[in-house]
């Protein structure tokens, strides 16, 4: 995958995150459940319910509003949402910080594991604690983030109260944040008791969205790591007498890497998805708590703007692993 | 003719008992194939077994631990909930919602997928590029987000969370099927059938199918996991069922908010979640293991 291919492919996901926006607009408008009807009261008068619907949008054809919408959405106007009466776009801006913190964490969570878990099987590999690592990898593979997030919660929540079990921060922590990267900026500006508290708060989510994907990394990193202990280059590092484990690490490692990331790339867009339910769990500030919010009130604004804001972080993701792919294998870097 | 038509059914036969005897010695499988025939029975007969009415409200017995905790009423095994309905009945209760969506959504999700990726695979070109770019734009979503727009969308309900996984997860049925039928097409046997003279439709259904289905088979069981799994969020998110029926994430969505309370709530549909998606996947990949050497021979 050269880099025209991953513009190729850009272009692409931009094409196809307009077509997604046009679907989903289109949708929540044809199908029964009126959000105007919602939060207006009984007493309402014909013209008021009128003049709430011009008022969010919500009068003409579908095909007008869609066009009023993108209009607006181009010069980042992406309207007020219906159930918090504010900026769909200042709402979004104050909870998509939480959910990269979350989802960066998360990452770095998993990568670290899955790395561990893969050089520790390769150590092992062909003995019988080897299969024991690979079993147990197998049943953090197959349960998924919500189940992971609902065990923490009855081990380290309740039958242990080690950790907080909802929000982000402690309430009684009064502290005025110049940005909403709580943790980024606690630690930077050397904040480290208010660090510790909000890093309490996210272990559990930061666990459950990490433990499924550290064992995709584990197999995948694994595989790679096996098939490249057998190459010349790991045999000949073998006999000028470098340890087993500074093969793996020095030798094998550089090479594994591309592949694992090629193929765990797409996975780390399942984070995101996760974050969804997860922060759900543990009623974390996100823009996936947000999403659940904004469908269930059917606050059409808001969904239509988070489903932008997924879609973008999805494109962006790809581009990154491609990117990446590329950057870390010479060989595709002309073609 | 007849002797070869007789030797090759008798090849298939003996195929079909070394796969079975293979399936019978993983212990795994027959672990999680006899774990999930006993969710069946639950489901069937769970007036029969259920000890008590799921949806039988006593707020006198309400938060009653399991038994052998202090506290506990006998017969009610695992404990009441905030209601104090009884959570072993409405545990088995649940198993019919869990395994009707496991089920149907997956079988309806690996028709529609097998057919999509049968057509895509075997004609190529234009359909093969229409199918595949579809795919990717589907895959381009989160699941889970998809999921609960589309059942808040079509109404919440066991149709719609049927629906909902139906239109979601074919795409991982189309992708398997598309690339086995592309490898398949390429083999003898499909040039010889075409050269008899059989049509493409046959071809399809009669010679590629059949050696597909191993690879479906697998991918299947997985999936019926998956389909417990998203039912199970979409009962948590308040999306699934009416409450008046018992299902395993309408219990965990409730056990979440007393979890201080009484963690049995919790724990009871969570154990029992668990242990299905583990057993469908187990099995799966007992089924894959048994499979595989089929496909190479």
Known sequence: MALSAVLNRTVMAVATLLGVAIIVFVLIRVVPGDPIAMMIGPGASASDVIALRAHYGLDGSVSSQFLVWFKSALVGDFGISITMRRDVLTILGEHLPATIELAGLALLVAILIGGTVAVVGTLTRGRRSGAIVDAVNGIFLALPDFIWALIFVL????????????????????????????????????????????????AMPTMALALPLAAVIGRVLK??????????????????????????????????????????????????????????IFAYPGIGNLAIDAVINRDFPLIQGLVLLFGLIFILINVLVDLAVVALNPRLRYG | ??????????????????????????????????????????AIFSPLIAPMDPLMQDLSNAELPPVGFTDAAPGFWLGTDDLGRDILSRL?????????????????????????????????????????????????????????????????????????????????????????????????????????????????????????????????????????????ILS???????????????????????????????AAPLAMLCATVIAFNQLGDGLTRALDPVLRR
């Open chain 1, 223 to 280: 595989q790679a790591l096996t098939e490249a202990m057998v190459q010349d280059y790991v045999l000949l590092a073998r006999i000028k007498g470098m340890s087993e484990l500074r093969l793996i690490l020095g030798e094998a490692l550089r090479n594994a890497v591309g592949p694992t990331l090629a193929l765990t790339g797409v996975q780390a867009t399942f984070l995101i998805g996760g974050t969804v339910v997860v922060e759900r």
């Open chain 2, 92 to 232: 088995i209760y649940g198993a019919r919602i869990a395994l009707t969506v496991a089920f149907v959504a997956a079988t309806l999700a690996a028709t529609l997928g097998t057919v999509l990726g049968l057509i895509a695979g075997w004609y190529g070109r234009w359909v093969d590029a229409v199918v595949s770019r579809l795919v990717d734009v589907w895959m381009a979503f989160p699941a889970v987000l998809l999921s609960i727009l589309l059942v808040a969308i079509l109404g919440s309900g066991l149709y719609s969370v049927i629906a909902a996984i139906v239109v979601i997860d074919w795409t991982r049925f189309c992708r398997v099927v598309r690339a086995e039928t592309m490898a398949q097409a390429r083999m003898d046997y499909v040039t010889a059938a075409r050269a008899i003279g059989f049509r493409r439709g046959a071809i399809l259904a009669k010679e590629i199918l059949p050696n597909v289905m191993p690879v479906l088979v697998a991918l299947l069981t997985l999936e019926m996991g998956i389909a417990v799994i998203v039912e199970a």
């Open chain 2, 236 to 266: 948590f998110v308040g999306l699934s069922v009416s409450s008046d029926t018992p299902t395993w994430g309408g219990m965990i969505a409730q056990g979440r908010q007393i979890a201080h309370e009484a963690w049995w709530v919790l």
């Open chain 2, 1 to 42: 003719m007849a002797e070869a038509a007789a030797a090759l059914a008798d090849d298939v036969r003996g195929a079909t008992v070394s796969i079975a005897r293979r399936l019978l010695r993983d212990r795994k499988v027959t672990i999680a194939g006899g774990f999930i025939l006993f969710l069946v029975i639950l």
């Open chain 1, 155 to 202: 081990l380290l929540g309740v039958a242990v109260p080690l950790l907080p079990l909802t929000g982000r921060i402690d309430p009684s922590v009064q502290i005025e944040f110049g940005t909403r990267f709580f943790l980024a900026e606690s630690l930077l500006t050397g904040r480290f008791k208010v660090a510790s508290d909000i890093l309490a708060h996210m």
